[in-house]
């Protein structure tokens, strides 16, 4: 249970750049409705520089939990490994049995049409504008900014989770009230922490077959975020804040169209297969994130960088937005591996090579993050 509330909590990290990027373009209509599920090129759900050929089944046996061997070669093997993690199924051609194009079809539906169901679409916080507007002042002193975040008594008690979680927790020492959160973790931390606290009623992960898959992900999305924004800083000269945020909102719109699809097999007590449902997250995540996005009227350039990442509307050139959340998707799949154990340290850097991110910062990057992983491990 704890690890579904802190799968819910990383997820809801989503929205807190959105008012310092609000006004840097003008929004544009939803994209392009995605090509029918039939059309679609099996994928693994895998936020990688390149996508696999081919998808798991959940009817395919369970993938062990093997030591560490050879390093992937590229994207497709990394996603591959990633994939048996996430639905415990390796990779397999998708069922075809009728259900499982009826559950795509009303997906597809779901996810494509003029309007999202509430349960798809997450209203922007209404908290948010002045948490936003008292982070990004200067003059708003620390004290001031505990005192708001105490107006509201479940924001206070998910932030002070969060700050004591093994990711976000800088030493041994519990932190028991918003003050000392606020001092320990200083501005840039406490913004982070309060994106996720504000969202946590957004998500709630599906119970039912796949049960791993809510936790991964969310493991999977912190860690995208962690490298986009490092990535954008350091690589990119972008807003390391907003990268931070196209990785979160690409992970609420990977668990939206994971959601989608199981609602779908339950609706039609069908089992769910795990290809199937491989298949609509890579065709939809994107696109949904983008439309999330486009609705809380978040930028151009966050609109611009989240359909980079669609199968649909990708194009050889990324901006620099695009390329900080393509590296960090990525770089998260290879840390997913390796904090499970199924990759060495060698591997690692080994698989971050092979997906052509080669050079002293993106190894650098790379290492921030194996230094992340490895304190967690204490």
């Known amino acids: 249970m704890a690890k579904v509330i802190l799968f819910g909590l990383a997820l809801l990290a989503l929205p807190l750049a959105w008012l310092a990027l609000l006004r840097s373009g003008r929004r544009r209509a939803p994209p392009p409705r995605p090509r029918a599920f039939a059309q679609a090129v099996p994928v693994a759900v895998v936020p990688a520089a390149a996508a696999p050929v081919a998808a798991a089944s959940a009817a395919a046996p369970a993938a062990p939990v093997e030591p560490p061997g050879a390093p992937p070669q590229g994207p ?53 504008p002045k948490l936003v507007q008292a982070v990004n002042d200067e003059s708003v002193s620390r004290r ?51 994106a996720a606290a ?68 339950a609706r039609r007590a069908a089992a769910a297969d795990a290809a199937t449902v491989s298949v609509l997250i890579e065709q939809h995540a994107a696109t949904v994130a983008r439309r999330i996005a486009h609705d809380w009227e978040l930028s151009e350039r966050i609109l611009t960088a989240l359909e980079e990442q669609s199968p649909y509307l990708r194009s050889g050139t990324l901006s620099g937005l695009g390329e900080s959340l393509r590296f960090g998707r990525y770089c998260a799949s290879i840390g997913v591996l390796r904090h499970a154990h199924l990759l060495d340290e060698e591997g690692a850097l080994a698989a971050v090579r092979a997906g052509g991110f080669r050079g002293p910062a993106p190894e650098r990057i790379w290492a921030r993050l194996a230094a992340q992983l490895a304190r967690e491990e204490k």
């Open 76 to 128: 497709a093997e990394v996603a591959a490994r990633f994939h048996a993690l996430a639905f415990g199924a390796a990779l397999a051609a998708p069922a075809t049995a009728p259900v499982h194009r009826e559950v795509a079809a009303a997906v597809d539906v779901l996810l494509t049409g003029p309007v999202l169901k509430p349960e798809y679409a997450p209203r922007r916080p209404l908290l948010l």
């Open 198 to 265: 504000l969202v946590q009623p957004v998500f709630r992960a599906p119970a039912g077959l796949f049960q791993r898959f809510p936790d991964v992900t969310w493991e999977h999305t912190q860690y995208a975020a962690t490298v986009a924004e490092a990535h954008a800083a350091i690589v990119a000269d972008e807003d390391p804040f907003a990268a931070q945020l196209l990785a979160l909102m690409y992970g609420l719109g990977t668990i939206l169209a994971f959601r989608a699809s199981m609602d779908e097999y």
């Open 144 to 194: 001031e900014l505990a005192v708001l975040i105490a107006q509201d008594p479940a924001l206070a008690g998910n932030l002070l989770r969060l700050a004591n979680s093994a990711f976000y927790r800088l030493n041994a020492q519990p932190v028991e009230s918003i003050d000392r959160a606020v001092a320990l973790l200083g501005t840039a931390g406490i913004r982070t922490l309060l």
